[in-house]
């Protein structure tokens, strides 16, 4: 009757398309049966195929189950998988065995444990000369260290004493020294690992035509149309501190005239870990990654570093803190960790904790000509015409009659009864009050830029963890983003979501 039982439902149908349950009397299964009744397995197959619309690979979750199953109990089970049916994915330097020793040789053991023997099971095996490290196959000189107990993987810096008083790194061996955390770090633990942490951070924003504030939180004004060097790590010299850079490319804001005389952010590149990623003005979902455009979201260096969308920005994230946002239109940050102080050189600063030192010049001087503290930090790029702004009387000036109307518009960035007021003691808004009465100027009182610069104040603010209400009403900046990102679902204040 269980034959019959299990032949049925290898014909059994759904959707129309008939699946294969090789659960038959003649299948890879069949010493099997007697020792593992396979009806339960049959069932939540069938249940789980029907739950996700005829998914193989629910088929292939419940036979490699019943496979194990099999084989823990010493049955023979025949090859089942192919290249059509199921067929095993394998990490790099490792091949699929369908019965191979059940505790193979590993990083922590390189001699398989006696009584394993026996034991036949289904799974991947590393390669002649490789050994499992964790979820890799490693070349064996590249196999971690045991340390009281616990296994450490290949160049695994850890802090066995639990103070960051002795370091430790797994390089074939475990090596030890003395240590101690540097400035602006802690001893903490951070994912089940303990190690120096920075404490607190340094935050640049960049919007507009473009407006700076400084890791420092000194504001100027800077117009240049060229390539320029926003944040890059300097002076690392006896650290352990990753170097990494951030490079913003502007270009003159024609969405303002046909001859404007500001400009915008077009892309952003950062360095960082051998990578250089570059989010580009207007291009929804997507990163050059060394050469190569690829969507969002982007996972690189095991984790290390990180691309994603995050309501209105893309965002860059390292795993030693660093953070560049961009919303592909208007607005920029650089989120720099606590250790970096003094170590960072470009035009979002210094880092140091003194603004009357901030426009240092790449040779250390510093200098109080803003546009050649800007110039001084331009990336040369071959074949590109750019220019670096203007100064004095060059530059555009918002005539004084036209400012009474933009105040009012303006003025829900500082209004103490607000939506922002919650900010106002983190973020001074004074600075970004002036930007957006001088951008909506220029642009000849264009609504968007308007939303674009009240919308620069509101994420500066989310970034910082100050709780925002609602800014915008039916008839005030409730479809700007529309303009700029015609897939949008609907926006939520704290969270704005877009189907892309």
């Given at each position: 009757?269980h034959h019959?039982f ?21 299948s890879p299964f ?9 009806a339960?397995?049959?069932?939540d ?14 088929q ?5 189950a019943?496979?194990?199953?099999c084989?823990?109990?010493g049955?023979?089970v025949?090859?089942?998988r192919?290249?059509?049916?199921c067929?095993?994915?394998?990490p ?7 019965c ?7 990083c922590?053991?390189?001699?398989a444990p006696s009584g ?9 095996v590393?390669?002649e000369g ?5 979820d890799?196959?490693?070349?064996l ?12 993987h290949?160049?695994q810096v850890?802090y066995?004493?639990?103070?960051c ?5 797994c390089?074939?061996?475990v ?7 540097g ?7 951070k994912?089940?690992v ?6 607190g951070k340094?935050?640049?924003s ?9 890791f ?5 004004d800077f117009?240049?149309t060229?390539?320029?060097t926003?944040?890059?790590a ?10 990494f850079?951030v490079?913003v490319?502007n270009?003159k804001?024609?969405?303002?005239s046909d001859?404007?005389?500001v400009?915008?952010?077009k892309l952003?590149?950062?360095?960082v ?10 291009q929804?979902?997507m ?7 690829l ?6 260096n095991?984790g ?10 893309d965002?860059?994230l390292?795993?030693?803190g660093?953070?560049v946002t961009?919303?592909?239109v208007?607005?920029?940050t650089?989120?720099v960790?606590?250790?970096y102080?003094?170590k ?22 510093v200098t109080?000509d ?6 001084a930090?331009r ?18 000036v ?21 939506p922002?007021?919650?900010?106002h003691n ?18 000849d ?12 104040y509101?994420?500066d ?22 303009i ?7 926006y ?7 189907s892309?």
């Open positions: 009757m019959l299990y032949y049925y439902f290898y014909l059994l149908k759904v959707n129309g398309e008939l699946f294969n349950l090789p659960l038959t009397l003649d069949r010493d099997c049966h007697a020792l593992v009744d396979p339960g397995f049959l069932s197959c069938l249940y789980d195929v029907c739950l996700y619309q005829g998914s193989q690979n629910m292939c979750k419940t036979l490699t019943y496979t194990a199953a084989q823990l109990k049955a023979k025949y090859s089942w192919s290249a059509q049916f067929d095993a994915q394998c790099s330097n490792s091949r699929y065995e369908l191979h020793s059940g505790c193979p040789a590993s922590q053991n390189l001699s394993c023997g026996a034991l036949c099971m289904e799974g991947c590393c390669d490789f050994a499992q490290s964790g890799e196959c490693v070349p000189t590249q196999c971690g260290c045991l340390y009281e107990g616990k296994y450490y290949h160049g850890f066995p004493d639990g103070l008083q002795q370091e430790c790194i390089n074939g061996t090596r030890m020294r003395t240590y101690h955390c400035p602006n770090e802690q001893c903490l633990v994912s089940g303990r190690s120096c942490q920075p404490v340094g935050f640049c960049i919007s507009g035509d473009p407006h700076y504030r400084t420092d939180n000194a504001t100027y117009q240049g060229c390539t320029y926003a944040a890059t300097c002076h690392l010299e006896g650290t352990q501190l990753t170097p850079s490079v490319e270009e804001w024609y969405a303002l001859d404007p005389k400009s915008v952010a952003v590149a950062v360095e870990y051998g990578n250089t990623l570059i989010l580009r003005r207007n929804i979902g990163v050059m990654a060394n050469g190569v455009l969507h969002l979201p982007l996972n690189l095991k290390a570093v990180m691309v994603y969308q995050d309501g209105t920005n965002v860059i390292t795993d030693f660093l953070k961009y919303d592909l208007y607005h920029v650089v989120t960790p606590g250790n102080r003094s960072t050189c470009g035009l979002c600063g210094n880092f140091n904790g003194n603004r009357e030192d901030e426009f240092q010049l790449p040779d250390g001087k109080k803003l546009q050649a503290f800007g110039a930090w990336e040369s790029v071959p074949g590109v015409v750019c220019e670096d702004g203007c100064s004095g009387d060059v530059c555009p918002c005539d004084d009659s036209r400012k009474a109307v933009l105040e009012k518009d303006c003025a829900i960035i500082t209004d103490a009864t607000g922002f007021a919650a900010c983190i973020i001074d808004p004074a600075s970004y009050y002036r930007d957006c009465i001088y951008d909506v100027c220029i642009a009182g264009n609504r968007n830029t308007l939303c674009l610069s009240i919308n620069a509101m994420l603010c989310q970034d910082v963890g100050a709780n925002i209400q609602d800014w915008r009403s039916s008839s005030f900046c409730r479809g700007f983003l529309h700029f990102i015609p897939t949008c679902v609907y939520n204040l704290n969270k704005p979501y877009f892309l």
